[in-house]
């Protein structure tokens, strides 16, 4: 195999797949990229067996040929090489010569056979949005799923399609996220779980231009996400998903609007009185045209007074401040308004349009003070 290829285009390849090569794996093929020229273009991919992406990277073949070669390592060298074209050969025994300008890297590849190559996916019914808006509605959602592998579902999003809606979810036990996109088309009604992690590499490698669309594809076991020269493939976590209608109640007995840019500063500044690890919730005070906003820490309290507009009973309630500021920080709007039941009930963060809603459960701050 021999190929000539500009740096900056080869990078750009490399950086796009190697997110999904696996951090630890037994292996050893899995750990490489695969370099496909064995037709008339030239295709970079890398596969974990969960998650897979192939992107294809312009350049010249002067010999067809497939070898992989040691991901980390490859990255490395390209990273490092100048900004010209890099040529790349390879031998029938895998001995392969990376040049560019004067510099000359030897290094043995690997087999391009023995690489697991992402699985064949029959493409019908394409589901089609900008990338800017798959990029945003994962921004404003990732946050709130889980780490915590126990409950494999809860490490994932639901995707959920009716008609020209698609409905977003993700939650960790102590809130929600949901996010309504409006679809270009209708679509026949589809509900799957997507994992976090092929979420999470995507919003990294999309552009996430507005004017540019990214086309889904979902089969039973796997999802595709095809954008500009990239596909990327991901199996889909199996299980029925959380039934949370109804936990999204209407009823309220406190209802506040407030500036949103004044809460996320104040809660914000609040943090500062708590250290790493410490949980101290943030108390909320609300009565007639004000919320007060409160904490007490090892390290000292803080008090701040907020103009709000309320309607309804007053209420004293205690959250979790990260889990605030996260939903607050994708939130677009100037103002955001506020429901709440009951010092033991969630809290809706809700837009008047029906495009987001936001539960956070609140904390038990009785003996804190």
């Known amino acids: 195999m021999k190929l000539v290829v500009s740096k900056s285009n080869l990078l750009r390849g490399v950086n796009t797949v190697i997110k999904a090569v696996p951090t630890r ?6 750990e490489c990229i695969l370099i ?36 980390k390592f490859f990255s490395e060298v390209v990273r490092n090489l100048p900004e010209n074209d890099v040529t790349i050969e390879t031998d029938e025994s895998f001995k392969t010569v990376i040049k560019c300008e004067k510099s000359i ?13 992402i699985p064949y996916i029959e493409k019908n019914d394409s589901i089609v949005m900008s ?9 404003q959602t990732i946050f709130s799923i889980s780490d915590n592998d126990n409950n494999k579902l809860m490490t994932g999003e639901l995707f959920e399609i009716n008609e020209n809606q698609l409905k977003v979810v993700s939650l960790d036990g102590h809130r ?3 996010r309504y996109i409006e679809l270009k088309n209708n679509y026949p009604h589809k509900k ?3 994992p976090g992690k092929t979420l999470q590499e995507i919003s990294k490698i999309i552009p996430g231009n507005v004017d540019e669309d990214v086309f889904i594809y979902i089969t039973h076991n796997h999802i595709v996400f095809e954008f500009n020269n990239t596909t990327v493939v991901s199996r889909l976590i199996e299980g029925e998903y959380f039934k949370i209608d109804q936990m999204l109640s209407s009823d309220y007995e406190t209802k506040v609007k407030i500036n949103k ?10 943090t500062l009185l708590v250290k790493e690890g410490d949980k101290k919730p943030i108390i909320m005070n609300i009565t007639d045209g004000n ?3 409160k904490i007490t820490s090892f390290v000292g309290t803080m008090k701040e007074d907020i103009d709000i507009e309320k309607n309804g009973k007053d209420i004293l309630i205690g959250f979790n401040p990260k889990f605030f500021m996260d939903a607050l920080r994708v939130i677009d709007e100037e103002e955001v308004t506020l429901y709440m039941v009951n010092p033991k009930a969630p809290c809706f963060i809700k837009d008047d349009s029906g495009k987001f809603i936001y539960l956070i459960l609140p904390v038990n701050f009785s003996n804190v003070n």
């Open 176 to 178: 929600i996220s949901i």
């Open 105 to 117: 890297i030897n290094i043995i590849a690997k087999s391009g056979d023995d690489f697991s190559r």
């Open 261 to 270: 840019k004044n809460l996320l500063d104040c809660i914000n500044r609040s």
């Open 192 to 194: 799957v779980v997507v």
């Open 25 to 30: 794996t037994t292996m050893a093929i899995l």
């Open 131 to 139: 990338q800017f808006t798959l990029k945003e509605v994962i921004k």
């Open 36 to 71: 496909d020229a064995s037709t008339n273009e030239i295709k970079l991919m890398a596969n974990d067996l969960e998650l897979g992406i192939e992107t294809k990277v312009e350049g010249e073949i002067i010999e067809r040929g497939v070898i992989a070669l040691d991901a």
């Open 291 to 293: 919320m007060e906003v």
